[in-house]
């Protein structure tokens, strides 16, 4: 295994290099692989992207990236609601075989107390619970589920992990923030370290439907800071991590907070996405396909044309239009265009800009 970890390691080493020469053609491989297991989901949350709830992964798809494994450092299942796969159990043991950490995020509801021991037991590494809401109301009216059996599921894992006395897996949970759920991010926090979650990672939603125009926080900015900067000083005091994408305000920002948005974009050296039929991207926030793995030599789709010329433009005045709204890149939330497509901003009721432009 410790001949895994030292190829992990090189592979690493030479994309650090790759993204900082702004390299197209790489003789290296992805860290991180994302794949879509199943769009089967046993909720239907409001600010949800996915319109197609059918369909699995193809065995055949694993068997073909199975020969990259060994440079991978993380696998991750996602969906839909990856504990919906049947072949869940065959997707840890494979990324187990070849050392790779596993990252799920979930929804949670599954997770009862043998799935808890099970992924202690399997050393899963990393768990991201959607959880977008601080109280029972909330959660219901935004993701449709039982907030408190989500709490007593989370409860199981903490006992186990106790039990087992392992730190893994790490608990994180994802909060899309909106105007219906800023005000609970602070007392979530709370909820956090009480289960033994240690990080919150806190976004803005893409508004793709009309309806949920008024949920966008761009028309609540002065609400979403002010929810976000004491988010962020109680979870220092709690230990857990507040990591939000970015604040509106432009000055009098906490101090010692790293924003997800301020980092350079190297994810065309370090990751792919593939989902159930096998095609490819490079990011999960509307890059185009770079092909398929199912049909095509591996590196065929990971330097075919457009991957390479992504990699070569990303970050520079000459990257694709994909790229310059991604919600995880350097920005200012004080454009629209982060936050809906101009078919949804086009639309925005009059009163709402009416309350923009007096801000």
């Known amino acids: 295994m410790k001949y895994l970890a030292n190829i992990k390691t090189m592979n690493e080493r030479m994309n650090d290099l790759y993204a900082q020469a702004q390299t197209g053609e790489v003789v290296s491989f992805p860290q991180n692989v994302s794949i879509v297991s199943t769009f089967r989901c046993n909720y239907r949350c409001k600010v949800c992207f996915q319109t197609d709830f059918n369909?699995?992964?193809?065995?055949?798809?694993?068997?073909?990236?199975?020969?990259?494994?060994?440079?991978?450092?993380?696998?991750?299942?996602?969906?839909?609601?990856?504990?919906?796969?049947?072949?869940?159990?065959?997707?840890?043991?494979?990324?187990?075989?070849?050392?790779?950490?596993?990252?799920?995020?979930?929804?949670?509801?599954?997770?009862?107390?043998?799935?808890?021991?099970?992924?202690?037991?399997?050393?899963?590494?990393?768990?991201?619970?959607?959880?977008?809401?601080?109280?029972?109301?909330?959660?219901?009216?935004?993701?449709?589920?039982?907030?408190?059996?989500?709490?007593?599921?989370?409860?199981?894992?903490?006992?186990?992990?106790?039990?087992?006395?392992?730190?893994?897996?790490?608990?994180?949970?994802?909060?899309?923030?909106?105007?219906?759920?800023?005000?609970?991010l602070p007392g979530l926090v709370e909820t956090a370290a009480r289960l033994g979650v240690e990080t919150i990672n806190v976004f803005y939603p893409k508004i793709l439907r009309e309806e949920l125009i008024p949920e966008c926080l761009w028309f609540s900015q002065s609400l979403s800071d002010d929810m976000m900067v004491a988010a962020i000083a109680r979870g220092r005091e709690l230990g857990v991590a507040v990591v939000p994408t970015a604040l509106f305000r432009e000055d009098n920002q906490p101090g010692g907070v790293v924003f997800r948005s301020a980092q350079k974009c190297t994810r065309p050296w370090r990751n792919l996405n593939i989902?159930?039929?096998?095609?490819?991207?490079?990011?999960?926030?509307?890059?185009?396909?770079?092909?398929?793995?199912?049909?095509?030599?591996?590196?065929?789709?990971?330097?075919?044309?457009?991957?390479?010329?992504?990699?070569?433009?990303?970050?520079?005045d000459k990257e694709f239009d994909f790229c310059r709204t991604c919600a995880v890149r350097p920005f200012s939330p004080k454009n629209i265009e982060y936050h809906m497509p101009p078919h949804i901003h086009g639309k925005i009721p009059e009163n709402l800009l009416a309350a923009a432009r007096t801000r």
């Open 55 to 184: 369909g699995e992964l193809n065995w055949k798809v694993m068997d073909n990236i199975e020969p990259i494994l060994p440079f991978v450092q993380d696998l991750h299942p996602f969906g839909g609601e990856p504990f919906l796969y049947k072949r869940i159990g065959d997707f840890f043991n494979l990324a187990h075989e070849y050392g790779c950490r596993v990252k799920i995020i979930t929804n949670a509801s599954l997770i009862d107390a043998d799935m808890a021991w099970n992924l202690v037991a399997k050393k899963i590494h990393r768990l991201l619970v959607s959880i977008d809401a601080g109280e029972a109301a909330t959660y219901k009216y935004l993701r449709g589920g039982d907030y408190d059996q989500l709490l007593r599921n989370l409860e199981a894992i903490a006992k186990e992990k106790r039990l087992q006395n392992s730190l893994v897996p790490h608990l994180e949970f994802n909060f899309l923030a909106l105007k219906s759920n800023i005000a609970e």
């Open 275 to 316: 989902d159930i039929f096998g095609n490819a991207t490079l990011c999960c926030f509307g890059s185009p396909l770079i092909g398929n793995v199912q049909s095509q030599d591996f590196d065929a789709v990971w330097n075919s044309a457009l991957a390479q010329k992504i990699r070569e433009s990303v970050g520079t």
